[in-house]
T-cell receptor, first 111, second 113 residues
Framework: QKEVEQDPGPLSVPEGAIVSLNCTYS??????FMWYRQYSRKGPELLMY????GNKEDGRFTAQVDKSSKYISLFIRDSQPSDSATYLC???????????FGAGTRLTVKP | DAGVIQSPRHEVTEMGQEVTLRCKPI?????LFWYRQTMMRGLELLIY????????DSGMPEDRFSAKMPNASFSTLKIQPSEPRDSAVYFC???????????FGQGTRLTVV
């Protein structure tokens, strides 16, 4: 079993839809949870950063962390064609800077 | 700041040749990470440095891979000899403090034929 599991998709939605992206993990030591967005042939860029459990909202994006279930989510409201990219979850523990990534979910938002 | 700068952007080399990938982190950042991305294995950490010192190289696949950071503004990842299975996109990333955002470069797409 991988430390971080993420459905690679692909996921295709119409413009304006609500998108839900998810990851599960097995290492209970993970405390920092991140979502990166990666456009084709570009490096990943940080979208959301959360410490421990809870919700965090930034514009159309909401990140949720449920440590009891070892489950994290990213919601995108009013999705736009410009949101089409691969979304990678990432996480790391307090005592280790080794950031573990999910496989990435490829999202396409159709106009 | 121009961000993390990697060179070259693309590299095509023959099996057995030495390949050197280069990275300039963001000024002031004290952590530098080398990642490899493939379709099969996703994004994998190869090695990371703190204040120019290698901290964890457990992700380096074989002795053919080596990384150095001679100063705070430059790092190299070397593969010698290269093999076709080394074909991947190699990313360099840097951060300040280790627990903050890691900024990625544009990557080097390596093809070994």
């Amino acid at each position: 079993q991988k430390e971080v599991e993420q459905d690679p998709g692909p996921l295709s939605v119409p413009e304006g839809a609500i998108v839900s992206l998810n990851c599960t993990y097995s290492n209970s030591a993970f405390q920092y949870f991140m979502w990166y967005r990666q456009y084709s042939r570009k490096g990943p860029e940080l979208l959301m950063y959360t410490y421990s459990s809870g919700n965090k909202e930034d514009g159309r994006f909401t990140a949720q962390v449920d440590k009891s279930s070892k489950y994290i989510s990213l919601f995108i409201r009013d999705s736009q064609p410009s949101d089409s990219a691969t979304y990678l979850c990432a996480m790391k523990s307090v005592d280790n800077n080794d950031m573990r990534f999910g496989a990435g979910t490829r999202l396409t938002v159709k106009p | 700041d121009a961000g993390v700068i990697q060179s070259p952007r693309h590299e095509v080399t023959e099996m057995g040749q030495e390949v050197t990938l280069r990275c300039k982190p963001i000024s002031g950042h004290d952590y530098l990470f080398w990642y490899r991305q493939t379709m099969m294995r996703g994004l994998e950490l190869l090695i990371y440095f703190n204040n120019n010192v290698p901290i964890d190289d457990s992700g380096m696949p074989e002795d053919r891979f080596s990384a150095k950071m001679p100063n705070a503004s430059f790092s190299t990842l070397k593969i010698q000899p290269s093999e076709p299975r080394d074909s991947a996109v190699y990313f360099c990333a840097s951060s300040f403090g280790g627990y903050t955002e890691a900024f990625f470069g544009q990557g080097t797409r390596l093809t070994v034929v």
